[in-house]
């Protein structure tokens, strides 16, 4: 069974760092893209980042030189390190995996969320 | 970055009520269009990808239509399950972008 865990989010201080984990199972993360995915309260969704299983990265530009993506494939966890955090990346901060059919991508798995509070 | 808005924002229907959703991107994005659906404190499920290819597991009721710039997502006969959250997102390319989301209820 595929399943996605977060941990890592809390609450944090303008500028601070946190670092979130998804640790996944019944599948493998190094052979397939996996997003960070966010929700503000009350707000809708936003893409953050995605890994891809060649190990390219890619981020959202609100988060661009903020935040980075990596995976250990030894412990089948894809991170998100979030650097000088604002009031604004305060959300709900959602792993999920990227699934390909035939060229056509959707996130078919999602982790159940860990809350980022970012305030003084 | 690609552009999508969902009309309407917000929509009261009944049980056994068929309702539809659009979803329009502010370029052509072929049928690289997911629907989701959100239920309060949980996590997004996949509905739908590709416009209209329904992820397993998903009831039939559900469907969706729509290829380059126009979507919609029909739900015919609501179950008391169905009301909840709806998001489109295009997959065509980086970064991904989603709707605003469209909140159903119970009238």
């Known amino acids: 069974e595929v399943q996605l865990v977060e941990s890592g989010g809390g609450l944090i201080q303008p500028g601070g760092s946190l670092r979130l984990s998804c640790v996944a199972s019944g599948f493998s993360v190094s052979s397939n893209y996996m997003s960070w995915v966010r929700q503000a309260p009350g707000k809708g969704l936003e893409w953050v980042s995605v890994l891809y299983s060649g190990g390219d990265t890619y981020y959202a530009d609100s988060v661009r030189a903020r935040f980075t993506i990596s995976r250990d494939t030894s412990k089948n966890t894809v991170y998100l390190q979030m650097d000088s955090l604002r009031a604004e990346d305060t959300a709900v901060y959602y792993c999920a995996r990227d699934r390909n059919w035939s060229g056509y991508w959707a996130f078919d798995h999602w982790g159940q969320g860990t809350l980022v509070t970012v305030s003084s | 970055d690609i552009q999508m808005t969902q009309s309407p924002t917000s929509l009261s229907a009944s049980v056994g009520d068929r309702i539809t959703i659009t979803c329009r991107a502010s370029?052509?994005?072929?049928?690289?269009l997911n629907w989701y659906q959100q239920k309060p404190g949980k996590a997004p499920k996949l509905l739908i990808y590709a416009a209209s290819s329904l992820q397993s597991g998903v009831p039939s009721r559900f469907s969706g239509s729509g290829s380059g710039t126009d979507f919609t997502l029909i739900i015919n006969s609501l179950e008391p399950e169905d009301f909840a959250t709806y998001h489109c997102q295009q997959s065509y390319t980086t970064p991904n972008t989603f709707g605003q989301g469209t909140k159903l209820e119970i009238k």
């Open positions: 370029q052509r994005i072929n049928t690289n």
